[in-house]
């Protein structure tokens, strides 16, 4: 009988299933769990990044860790690098729009040392929460700690200078010698002034009132003039080297004037005598030409009635300026309506010098008292009136900054001829410029064309070099009153431009240099190049450019680089020198002159008497090279061992101290120089110093491992003077070559090397007293020089002198047990009346040195050879038996003799 078939219903969901439900649940868990701890980006953008490592530099705040650089990339301009850094997500609260960044570096400097702790650990990035409720994933970095907060417990006040002096951030700020406060921040204004940030510590916030005067007490002050002599003024060493602000509150202030509060404003003056307190007053003048803030006086019959304190330019039309003067109080009755005050000025002309004190000190203010009511606002005269024309011509007008020394009839001229003068001077209607009417004669009137050219030529123009010496003078007129010169571009082809019509105007420039940099049309035609330097030196433009002292270009301007740290300079090769250029050539500074001076005689380099009084630039080619192209930039070297050494190999020196090393100090080999010292810097640690040194790339086999390099400098004892050029040409480093792989880091010896360290025999002589030996001191046997002293100390006991003797390994030998040592110093002299009298001595060296004198006896009192180490007794004076003795010993005579000891 069959059996009936049963079918079973299958699971629908079978059990293999959980391990995917599972691993889907932990890949939740995982992707939740990372995005509860995910880190936060953002980017921060510094100028540079060094210092900073990828994956190592942190971003701290207080010290804990909040963040971790990931990545650093250079910004599309080039300008700078963005870092991207991965914030801890405990640190979302604190990245807000105002938050501050900045790098924390080492920094050691003249008056300051920061930031050791990155020494170990590297340099890492510090920040500062802001207070913004706008959050924010991009910053800018800050290149230093920003200032403290405005609502930091003390005082908070505003400074406002012309210059920054030599302040910087963390300069002190003190009172009656007391430090109060210190600069936390400085920034330039839009006004072009200097505004400080200064914080006053708590508990001297009371010394600082609205009367409070701020004077900048950074190095040291020098003032004066050949009338009133000279001041020397300096605050503390802290001022001195790192900068510094002081600040007091004049006696009849102090109770008048209310205590400062936050964010007050005060100026901050150049020095104490520009913060002294008087009477104020100001003087609108129609131009500030000679007024010197600080130095122009006011004067009344000769006595120094006050002085100008600050000038700035008026907001008005003819943007003339005010002078802010400091009366004496002594004075003060003159501040009335009725003074008048006016500027006195040298005046030179045909007919003489007038108010020749003012050549001598300056321009300078006077004033003639006058009556009415209380004023301390006044206007000065104006000046000269216009001159009526006195030939027939055509009148034109030129437009200028300011008129310079340009006077009414000083003369135009053309090619040094005379051909018109000036006969007005006035302000332009919009007060924005000076309008000089000009009037050339008629027979001229053709010279004056549409593209003529206009500048000043008041004063003389010096042109000098060692083989010549030019002056440029255009008129003796122009040099007593000043004048205008004119000149016609040439024009391509040989088309001129037309005659000008009658009124027309034409630009004056300050110069003919400034005429060319504004008409290319004037300047040269030839090879523009470019150079870059750390700064300027005294090079200006028109300075030479010089190849073998021949001038064969100039200077044609310069400008800051991009970063500010550097500058740009543009030179002209004139075209015939061009092809004197090319792709090997180097240029170097020749401002000045180098004198190099020894026993063999004194080497003077310099360029042109120009190059030496304003600068100039030099260069040469040491290969082939290429052509270069117009544009073309080079570096421009300090000077020419600099420029000639750049592609030498560079060495690293480290000394115990500089003691004389300085840069430029030679190396030499074999008394050939071979380099020189660059600079010199403080070693990491602070414990020394290290020399960078540049060398010729042909003398590196002589740096290897085992290479010595020893200071050579004079030594003068009485048995003579060794390296005696040292004493006028400085030391040197001098190279002993060595074996080994190639090196470039050494240590300067600190014990000159024993020249015949390697033999010999060294024993040690105790006497009571050394008398006037002293190392180097010569010994002998039978006048016969075998040794010589290396040094002198006391035994262990103080009880003696030890003496040090090493007899030459030739004449080892001589030396036994029984072996007897005197002191053969100065001369010996026996003798009476009648009998005569004899003088002895070892040689003139041991007479003025100072000597040891030996002598061996024979047979059994000789004894053995003498060791090394061994002690003997050194005699005051010998015995007369001892001159007797005369054994028989056997010298190694294979043994060569060093020569005579050389200090390094």
Not at 478 to 484: A, E, F, K, M, T
Not at 500 to 513: C, I, M, P, Q
Not at 788 to 815: F, M, Q
């Amino acid at each position: 009988m069959e059996q009936p078939t049963v079918i079973l219903k299958k699971c629908s969901l079978s059990p293999i299933w959980i391990l995917p439900l599972i691993a889907l649940g932990i890949g939740g868990w995982l992707l939740y769990s990372s995005y509860r701890d995910a880190g936060i980006k953002c980017t921060i953008h510094f100028d540079n990044a060094e210092g900073v490592t990828v994956d190592k530099t942190e971003v701290r705040y207080k010290g804990v860790a909040m963040g971790l650089v990931k990545d650093v990339t250079v910004d599309k301009n080039l300008q700078g690098v963005n870092l991207l850094v991965m914030m801890k997500r405990k640190a979302r609260s604190s990245l807000v729009a105002d938050s501050k960044f900045w790098i924390v570096r080492p920094e050691i400097s003249a008056g300051r040392v920061s930031g050791l702790g990155t020494l170990l650990s590297g340099s890492y990035i510090a920040m500062r929460p802001g207070t913004s409720t706008v959050a924010a994933t991009h910053f800018q970095g800050l290149s230093g700690p920003p200032a403290l907060s405005p609502h930091a417990p003390g005082l908070n006040i505003i400074l406002k200078a012309d210059a920054l002096f030599s302040l910087q951030r963390g300069s002190p700020v003190y009172s009656r010698n007391l430090k109060i406060g210190e600069v936390q921040d400085y920034h330039l204004a839009r006004d072009n002034s200097i505004v400080i940030a200064v914080h006053i510590r708590p508990k001297f916030s009371r010394l600082i009132r609205t009367g409070t005067r701020f004077w900048n007490s950074s190095g040291i002050s020098i003032e004066g003039n050949l009338q009133s002599g000279f001041n020397l003024r300096t605050a503390s060493l802290a001022a001195l080297i790192y900068g510094g602000i002081s600040c007091g509150t004049p006696a009849s202030l102090r109770a008048s004037s209310p205590q400062a509060i936050n964010g007050q404003s005060f100026a901050l003056y150049r020095d104490f005598d520009a913060a002294q307190y008087g009477l104020s007053m100001t003087l609108k003048l129609v131009s500030g030409n000679g007024i010197i803030e600080g130095k122009t006086r006011v004067m009344y019959q000769g006595i120094k009635a006050g002085v100008v304190k600050k000038i700035t330019i008026n907001n008005d039309k003819i943007h003339s300026v005010t002078a802010e003067i400091l009366l004496d109080p002594r004075v003060g009755d003159i501040l009335r309506e009725g003074t008048r005050f006016w500027v006195i000025r040298p005046r030179i002309s045909i007919d003489g010098i007038r108010n020749l004190d003012a050549i001598l000190f300056g321009p300078y203010i006077s004033f003639q008292p006058g009556n009415g009511a209380f004023r301390n606002h006044f206007t000065a005269r104006s000046g000269p009136m216009p001159r009526p024309a006195r030939r027939p011509g055509r009148h034109y007008t030129l437009v200028a900054k300011n008129g310079g020394s340009l006077e009414v009839g000083s003369p135009v001229l053309y090619k040094k001829m005379v051909v018109g003068e000036i006969n007005t001077l006035s302000l332009a209607a919009d007060g924005e410029s000076l309008r000089a009417g000009i009037l050339v004669y008629d027979n001229f009137t053709h010279l004056v064309r549409k593209d003529s050219v206009f500048w000043d030529v008041s004063g003389i123009s010096v042109d000098a070099g060692l083989s010549h010496f030019k002056l440029n003078i255009a008129s003796v007129k122009s040099i007593l009153d000043g004048g205008v010169a004119l000149v016609n571009p040439a024009a391509p082809g040989r088309r001129r431009a037309a005659p000008a019509a009658a009124g027309a105007r034409f630009k004056l420039f300050a110069s003919y240099a400034a005429a060319v940099k504004a008409r290319p049309g004037l300047r040269p035609r030839g090879l523009a190049l470019r150079l870059t330097a750390a700064s300027s030196h005294s090079l200006q433009t028109g300075s030479p450019v010089l190849f073998k002292n021949i001038t064969v270009g100039e200077v044609t301007g310069f400008e800051l680089n991009r970063d500010h740290r550097g500058i740009l300079l543009d030179i002209l090769i004139y075209r015939k020198y061009a092809g004197l250029v090319r792709s090997s050539t180097r240029f170097y500074n020749c401002s000045g002159f180098a004198i190099n001076m020894g026993l063999g005689g004194v080497d003077v380099r310099a360029g042109s008497l120009k190059s030496v009084v304003a600068g100039g630039i030099s260069f040469f080619t040491p290969g082939p090279g290429t052509k270069v192209k117009p544009g073309r930039e080079f570096v421009l070297y300090g000077d020419y061992d600099t420029a000639r050494l750049n592609d030498g190999l560079h060495l690293t020196i480290h000394l115990d101290r500089a003691a004389g090393v300085r840069a430029k100090t030679p190396v030499k080999f074999k008394g050939v120089e071979i380099g020189l010292v660059e600079k010199l810097r403080f070693s990491p640690d602070m414990r020394g110093v290290i020399a960078d040194c540049l060398v010729r790339k042909e003398t590196a086999a002589l740096f290897r491992d085992h290479s010595r390099l020893a200071l050579v400098r004079p030594k003068i004892s009485l048995s003579g003077i060794q390296h005696l050029e040292t004493i006028v040409t400085g030391l040197y480093i001098n190279v002993i070559p060595g074996t080994g792989n190639r090196c470039t880091d050494f240590t300067i010896l600190s014990v000159p090397p024993d020249p015949d360290a390697a033999g010999g025999l060294n024993i040690v002589l105790e006497t009571p007293r050394p008398g006037s030996l002293g190392e180097n001191s010569p010994v002998y046997y039978r006048q016969v020089q075998v040794g010589r002293v290396t040094g002198i100390g006391l035994s262990p006991t103080a009880r003696k002198v030890w003496v040090r003797v090493k007899i030459y390994a030739a004449d080892a030998a001589l030396v036994h047990k029984g072996t007897k040592f005197w002191l053969v110093s100065g001369i010996k002299m026996s003798g009476g009346l009648f009998s005569g009298f004899t003088i002895d001595s070892e040689s003139i060296e041991s007479i003025v040195a100072g000597g040891i004198a030996l002598a061996t006896p024979a047979g059994k009192e000789m004894g053995a050879r003498a060791e090394n180490g061994d002690h003997f007794v050194l005699r005051a004076k010998s015995e007369s038996s001892w001159l007797d003795w005369s054994p028989e010993i056997r010298l190694d005579t294979g043994t060569a003799k060093p020569a005579s000891p050389q200090p390094w």
